[in-house]
């Protein structure tokens, strides 16, 4: 057991005895052990045989430690399994579902004796959620329009969370000896908004043997989090890790590595778009090779750049295979140079202890000046958002002040004086203007009221767009992926108004945002606006995030020149500020 399987058997005790109506202290005791062991940075499965070493993590007492000591002597926990039996395992399943948390569940089963998905839809249906106490007819529509979310999305993951999982499966096979070259495909490669399955392509003596092949499969079902081996053949192994996913391992020749590269990246329509064109020049493209269909002779392989150079096309970023123009770019030589990572100059959305931040200023201006940022926002919340310690005027005011004495003291990187005020729900802002002006930059965010009609959204965005202190429009669409749907507006209306009053849209990083979408910033594209790549930093590590704005902005087709903050430092500055 690895320590996110003792964390996920923790947290689902925890939650099991919370519908089971248990001590609070008890359920809390079990959900700081889960947090306990997913923070820890060393394998507990190391720290079993002392108990000392375990009893030090804070978070975990004597009764942890013997329900650890019974997990790895048993292979179970008693209690988890003894919860399970007793609910049945379908009870996890409610809990996926949006506003459904254990209390509403253990009321549920109290009167119905109904512990899955399908027996809640059904009573819903039937207006038989309704008549608990608590709940209401409303509640009752709202709990069907979550069922229907969650079948949508199910079997989805966040971007990050599936690379992070496919990087531990690509350090597990490069530990292995006769693995040369391990790729995640798919639409992980493509940078998809979100993940179904992995596919992981592997190529190297190990794959090419019988024998060795059987060894390093061996090897791969030895996977911490590894649940079930759906299949095992000659060139591949399919399994399923604990939360779902399902992941493909795929053993190729190194002359086949490209054609498969290309094959199993995709997507779809580019796929067969590709294929199509390669059967007019008289070729047949598979995972395997290029090959003439005359003769069977094989023209590329090994890369991807020889199979796009084969049928007469430049090489095409994984990002843009989507169908969506990139095969005729590619013929005219016009594809454009796509941005990169680092051509980002600075982070200006992020947040810091004075609100709901992790870090100080200066904690976060270090982390970024690391990182090579010649420049960084402190943009902390207003005062609308009452839950995450928003600043009034008067604070604010003292907030800019310290970000100043930061600036002054902090070398080799500028630091703006920023906020991210909140759009009232009639569009105007959650701070008096004399104070935004005093900003080096504004985002304006949206963070209540998503349930306007479209028209009053479309208006209530204009009117914040129209402020003349406001920069950059934050996460535009308000979007929570695989949790909340975009609220409604005119898109089109919206960016007209953006690009007439030179207000930059963003593309939040954020791995459960990723807004705007690619589709969007195409369209902000199309209508000259500027986008600003930002990671909306609650902690010094969530810098890291830029990476999954710059794959959307890939897909957008978008280079460094339509990015504001590719700019330099006294350019940035002069295009961002507008009061």
């Known amino acids: 057991m690895d320590n996110k399987a003792i964390a996920g058997i923790f947290y689902e005790t925890a939650d099991l005895l919370e519908i089971d109506g248990q001590d609070s202290f008890r359920i809390r005791s079990y959900r700081n052990a889960a947090e306990a062991v997913e923070a820890s940075p060393q394998q507990i499965s190391d720290l079993i045989s002392d108990p000392k070493q375990v009893l030090a993590i804070p978070g975990i007492g004597k009764g942890m430690l013997a329900n650890l000591q019974e997990m790895f002597k048993e292979g179970r926990l008693s209690l988890h399994v003894e919860m399970l039996t007793k609910y049945r395992p379908s009870m996890l399943d409610l809990l996926k579902i949006q506003g459904l948390g254990p209390k509403t569940i253990a009321l549920i089963w109290s009167a119905y004796q109904v512990c899955d998905v399908e027996g809640v839809e059904k009573l819903a249906r039937e207006g038989k959620i309704r008549t608990l106490p608590r709940m209401g007819e409303k509640h009752e ?20 969370a599936a690379g992070a999982q496919a990087q531990k499966i690509v350090d597990h096979l490069c530990d292995y000896p006769g693995v040369e070259k391990v790729t995640p495909a798919g639409s992980l490669r493509r940078g998809r908004e979100t993940v179904g399955d992995l596919d992981i ?90 090959a003439r269909l005359d003769d069977a002779t094989v023209v590329a392989g090994k890369t991807e750049a020889e199979i796009y150079a084969a049928v007469g096309l430049d090489y095409i970023p994984p990002e843009m295979r989507e169908n969506t123009g990139e095969i005729e770019a590619a013929e005219k030589h016009t594809l454009p140079v796509l941005i990169r990572q680092e051509d980002i100059q600075g982070d200006v959305h992020m947040h810091t202890v004075e609100t709901d931040g992790r870090n100080s200023i200066e904690e976060m201006a ?149 807004d705007l979408c690619d589709r969007h910033l195409r369209l902000a594209k199309q209508y000259g606006v500027r986008i600003v790549i930002n990671t909306d930093s609650h902690h010094t590590s969530h810098l890291d995030k830029i990476k999954y704005g ?30």
């Open 550 to 579: 710059i794959l959307q902005a890939r897909r957008a087709w978008l280079t460094k020149e339509d990015v504001l903050n590719t700019l330099p430092v006294d350019k940035f500055a002069k295009a961002i500020k507008r009061g």
């Open 366 to 514: 270090e982390a970024a000046r690391e990182r090579g940022y010649k420049y960084m926002a402190i943009t902390d919340h207003s005062k609308n958002l009452a839950f995450a310690n928003g600043l009034d005027d008067e604070r604010a005011l003292k907030h800019i002040e310290c970000i100043r004495a930061a600036n002054d003291s902090i070398k080799e990187i500028r630091i703006f004086a920023g906020i991210e005020v909140d759009i009232l729900g009639d569009g105007t802002l959650d701070l008096s203007d004399e104070v935004l002006q005093q900003m080096d930059l504004v985002i304006a965010s949206v963070h209540s009221h998503f349930g306007q009609s479209a028209p009053d959204m479309t208006d209530r965005l204009i009117r914040a767009i129209s402020n003349p202190n406001t920069s950059i429009i934050g996460h535009p669409t308000g979007r929570l992926l695989l949790r909340r749907d975009a609220y409604q507006f005119d898109m089109d209306e919206v960016l007209k108004a953006a690009a007439q009053n030179k207000v930059a849209m963003e593309l939040n990083s954020y791995p459960d945002r990723l």
């Open 201 to 290: 392509l592997v190529t190297g003596p190990a794959c090419c043997d019988d024998t060795e092949r059987e060894k390093l499969i061996d090897h791969i079902i030895k996977l911490p989090g590894l649940m079930e081996i759906i299949a095992r053949g000659e060139n591949k192994v399919s399994f399923r890790l604990r939360g779902g996913m399902q992941v493909d391992v795929r053993f190729l020749s190194p002359e086949s590595f490209g054609a498969a590269m290309q094959y199993f990246t995709g997507s779809k329509g580019h796929n067969v778009a590709i294929r199509q064109r390669a059967l007019k020049m008289g070729y047949t493209l598979s995972e395997y090779s290029l």
């Open 141 to 160: 529509q709202k709990l069907l329009k979550a069922i229907e979310d969650y079948r949508r999305i199910g079997g989805r993951f966040l971007l990050d």
